[in-house]
T-cell receptor, first 115, second 115 residues
Framework: AQKVTQAQTEISVVEKEDVTLDCVYE???????LFWYKQPPSGELVFLIR??????QNEISGRYSWNFQKSTSSFNFTITASQVVDSAVYFC????????????FGKGNQVVVIP | GAVVSQHPSWVICKSGTSVKIECRSL??????MFWYRQFPKQSLMLMAT?????????EQGVEKDKFLINHASLTLSTLTVTSAHPEDSSFYIC???????????FGSGTRLTVV
């Protein structure tokens, strides 16, 4: 069975601080995809990144960066120099192709950036 | 990029009436769509998987007769909440799986309030 754990529920940071969101996943499959989504207060889910299990390269996109470590089954997300607009819920999700091709979501991290 | 349109964004209805929510993939054909329900400060809960031309697959505990799902075309899936009650008030969000790569695009969500 696939499972995603996001242990931190709510994280508050002062603007310009960095914040790292942890995502630990469980799967027996060797081929899988990991995702991060942002859900601002308006509710829509905004796609941030997808990473397949064979690509362990870390990625940086502007102030966002991701660290994928298969050895620890983690796919952590860092926001550098946080801004108020980063205040949102961030979800990590896992796709393995099982269970009707569904995504398994973590519980989400509520990030609050204090100006 | 892929776009999924979900309507309405919000709806208020009286107890006992039915409400239909539409989910359209605008620039791609979606053989599989997903319907989620989200309670405040919680993660997305998968309600059902909708496959074009066939019956939806409902998750355990989801009432098929209350939440009717129809996926009549490759670009449209609908969720009808029948005989709505206040406890059906929630945020409903759809997702479509892109056929080529392993991407999932989400609609903007529908906030349903039953009074």
């Amino acid at each position: 069975a696939q499972k995603v754990t996001q242990a931190q529920t709510e994280i508050s940071v002062v603007e310009k601080e960095d914040v790292t969101l942890d995502c630990v996943y469980e799967t027996r499959d060797t081929t899988y995809y990991l995702f991060w989504y942002k859900q601002p207060p308006s509710g829509e889910l905004v796609f941030l990144i997808r990473r397949n299990s064979f690509d362990e390269q870390n990625e940086i996109s502007g102030r966002y960066s991701w660290n994928f470590q298969k050895s620890t089954s983690s796919f952590n997300f860092t926001i550098t120099a946080s801004q108020v607009v980063d205040s949102a819920v961030y979800f990590c999700a896992l796709y393995t192709g099982h269970g009707n091709n569904r995504l398994a979501f973590g519980k989400g991290n509520q990030v609050v950036v204090i100006p | 990029g892929a776009v999924v349109s979900q309507h309405p964004s919000w709806v208020i209805c009286k107890s006992g009436t039915s409400v239909k929510i539409e989910c359209r993939s605008l620039d791609f054909q979606a053989t599989t769509m997903f319907w989620y329900r989200q309670f405040p400060k919680q993660s997305l809960m998968l309600m059902a998987t909708s496959n074009e031309g066939s019956k939806a697959t409902y998750e355990q505990g989801v009432e098929k007769d209350k939440f009717l799902i129809n996926h009549a075309s490759l670009t449209l899936s609908t969720l009808t909440v029948t005989s709505a009650h206040p406890e059906d008030s929630s945020f409903y969000i759809c997702s479509a799986r892109e056929p080529v790569d392993y991407g999932y695009t989400f609609g903007s969500g529908t906030r349903l309030t039953v009074v």
